[in-house]
């Protein structure tokens, strides 16, 4: 009961701009949008995107921070990146629940239109003995040839991997810097009041020939006496809140909407 709340005032005390998610977030960003003006803040901007299965198939449903197999981080190393995609759920000719397939539609394709708006044409490598290097121009052309099982999961997922690797290169490069790495540190802080050492991130160069690391990184070290920045002071509005634990007794449809429900609660102050 009190995510959406706390995500919501997440905007407000993080002093962001937008909130980006996935379409799963939609109702929470309703919320935010409804209840914030009348706590006198500003409404912010929120964008989705479509939901991309988890890697991890049947063990997953979707793409989750919380599950580190099903998802690819921005500065995960390129072994990481490759050993990921390799294992993911994407049975020949299964379309259905397919993340490898949902994840070059969503983000391979895009990116290609994006880098290259005159061609956007994916090609897949494959030696002579399997049928040499096909193209394709559009997401549905490759679905309906993995679907009839024209192209191989394991030739897209080195493709997949190998471009996914030539993206993130320039990431890994942009956070090998010494100001990166003490953002990266003040903002996943330990408990203890001080930061654990991290070593620089340094762009590597993919296991595949045609895919070359396009950044450039030194070996900056890392200042590892940042602190935890201080708490909010006491009379901040989210100590306002008055929480408490209940017990739930009652849950009834709402008599005047389709997808709300009235929920009882004792709180052990008399009538719930």
């Known amino acids: 009961m009190l995510y959406p709340l706390l995500q919501a005032l997440d905007e407000e005390y993080l ?42 198939g049947s063990r997953g449903n979707k793409m989750s921070s919380s599950e580190l197999d099903s998802k690819i981080d921005f500065l995960e190393s390129s072994e990481s990146v490759t050993s990921k995609v390799l294992r993911a759920y994407a049975p020949p000719g299964d379309v259905d629940g397919n993340g490898l397939l949902a994840f ?67 990431v890994r490069a942009d956070f090998s810097t010494p100001q990166a790495q003490a953002l990266l540190q003040a903002a996943y802080p330990y408990g203890d009041g001080t930061f654990e050492a991290a070593a620089p991130v340094v762009p590597e160069q993919s296991s595949h020939d045609n895919c070359k690391a396009t950044g450039d990184a030194g070996g900056d070290t890392v200042d590892t006496t940042t602190t935890v920045p201080a708490a909010p002071p006491s009379n901040s509005d989210i100590y306002k809140l008055d929480i408490c634990v209940g017990e739930c007794v009652e849950v009834v449809d709402h008599p005047q909407a389709d997808s709300l429900y009235v929920c009882q609660v004792d709180i052990g102050t008399g009538t719930p």
Not at 148 to 160: I, W
Request: include cysteine; glycine fraction near 4%; hydrophobic fraction near 35%.
């Open 104 to 170: 070059t539609r969503y983000v391979i394709f895009p990116l290609l239109l994006h880098i290259q708006p005159d061609n956007p044409v994916l090609c897949i490598g494959r030696e002579e003995r399997f049928g040499g290097p096909i193209t394709f121009a559009s997401y549905e052309e490759l679905e309906q040839a993995y679907k009839q099982q024209h192209l191989y999961p394991l030739d897209l997922k080195n493709t997949v991997a190998c471009i996914i690797n030539q993206i993130l290169d320039k």
């Open 15 to 56: 002093h962001c701009d937008v909130q980006f998610g996935g379409v799963d977030q939609r109702k929470i960003f309703t919320y935010a949008e409804t209840y914030l003006p009348k706590l006198n803040y500003r409404k912010r901007v929120h964008l989705m995107n479509p939901m991309i299965p988890s890697f991890a």
